[in-house]
């Protein structure tokens, strides 16, 4: 199998270049940030050593692909499609901004249409889908707006602050942006 090409994706105000190891140490400081970690319903706590490890695997990955999201030559989050599934041609959607000065600013938008767009054509993918949590409907709104839809729910797949909550299950399909 050849090795997975990982362009460069340039937006308006958003560029999104793949992971390296050289992100772990933003990566490991957004891990501090109490909303981003409730919005990703992210409970576990990493060491940068982790962390370095995780942005080494994905750096070389063939079945996957993490994105740095940067504005003005800053990163300021990540977006990937993995879980890919070639020969149903499906894979899984993520994204995060990791500070809230940058969040309500169109970026995550631009990235999403970014990342989707390329991974129907470049990397034939037919479906993406995603999970975002009940108590966020900022990003349901974004990924509306980017064509996907709510396909049904992971009733209390979460358990937050004492009490559950419930997951959404969105998908978009190639021909629907």
Known sequence: MTALRKPILTGKRVILRPITIADAPAMHASLSDAESMRLTGTHETYSLDDVTDHCRLVELADNRVDYAIVVDGETIGETVLNDWHRANRSASFRIAIWYRRHRDRGYGSEATRLLI????????????????????????????????????????????????????????VRGAV
């Open 117 to 172: 767009r390329f991974g129907f054509e470049q990397l034939g993918l037919n479906r993406i889908e995603l999970e975002v949590f009940a108590f966020n409907p900022r990003a349901r709104h974004v990924y509306e707006k980017a064509g996907f839809v709510h396909e049904g729910t992971r009733r209390q797949a979460l358990w937050w602050d004492g009490r559950p909550i419930d997951a959404h299950v969105m998908a978009i």
